[in-house]
């Protein structure tokens, strides 16, 4: 199926918030959607606005945005595998992709209007090392968001790790069965992700959670789920249809089950709306100016 949406450039839906939400549509894991979706609006784009995304894994987020206007993308990520797959993924679009590291970003300084540093600075060793160079290629009055996995995480999201963190002080941090610790440094707490970045002189605008109802195990059925598209194990009709770089997911024989699917995640998902600032929850957002 095409990636082109039924709506111009200009827009012809009532607002962004709408054309996210159909860009998202075909999403499964509800935590990246919902982070995805305050991602985009938080980013206060405008036409023409050059944006990095820092870690850009799959090239899910420069997707998005090519998708959502006219803006000139960058991506960057240290793992040779992730932009293969980026690059592969955004093929048909003009995005300029590099292999390089947070730590020396190879950019002029005030390069950029936005930068994404979503899902990477739980995996940096010197977390304020990696936000110095985010400051130097940033224009003065740009704005960055961040998102990281939340130190007081739900019970449901990886039950093992963390009965054995309440129990044991202890976690599993390789394998299958390290689950949410998966390749991650540390976790963070609200006050401490407050931090490190008005250490390094941001403005901190906003700063919250994400997250709080998923299904039991959540983390692990994801990681299998990823597993076997990563894999190719799954049938491509299938593997097509539960894509989330396909608008609304292909027509194809399983789709209606994987429809079903679908809008049962949505429906747990949705009890997350309820909450303003939850106790525990999967992630942290946080949007800061220079």
Known sequence: MSLELNLTRSGTMENRSEQIASLLKNTYDMALKRRAARLLSGLEVFEGARILDLGCGDGFYLHLLSELGNYDLYGIDPDDRALKSAKRNLADKKIDLRQGKIETLP???HFFDRIILSEVLEHLQDDRLGLKDCYRVLKPGGIVIATVPHAHYPFFWDPLNKFLEVFFNFHIRKGFFSGFWFDHKRLYR??????????????????VKLTHYCLPFNHYLLNIGARLLQGRKLPQNLARSVSKFEIEGSETKGKRLMDYVRDFLIWVDSFNDR??????????????KK
């Open 107 to 109: 950019y002029e300084d």
């Open 275 to 288: 909450l303003t600032q939850p106790h525990s929850a999967v992630g942290l957002f946080i949007k800061c």
């Open 190 to 207: 609200p006050e401490e992700l407050r931090s490190i970045f008005e250490k390094e002189k941001w403005i901190v605008l906003e700063l």
